[in-house]
């Protein structure tokens, strides 16, 4: 029964992993997977990583001919 109790213990735990913060400024890392095709523009030209993370929104540049500084997906409340 012990082992069973410490299972369940630790999938909550790792349930709740989701709800970290990143290097974003009060978001989950899973808000920021966004498809480059449904990303809404955040920034302005030139904006750097960290004016956007400090707007609340999402950067990354590594897909050329899209918004890098994004608006995160909303996220509902964390679920265990």
């Known amino acids: ?36 095709k449904d990303r809404v523009d955040c920034g302005y030209p030139r904006v750097t990583k960290e004016e956007c993370n400090n707007r609340g929104c999402c950067f990354d540049s590594s897909i050329p001919q899209v918004p890098w500084c994004f608006k995160p997906l909303q996220e509902t409340e964390c679920t265990f």
């Open 1 to 36: 029964m012990e082992t069973r109790a410490l299972w369940l213990l630790l999938l909550v735990l790792a349930a709740g992993t989701s709800c970290v913060a990143s290097d974003y400024i009060g978001l989950s890392p899973s808000q920021c997977v966004v498809p480059a």
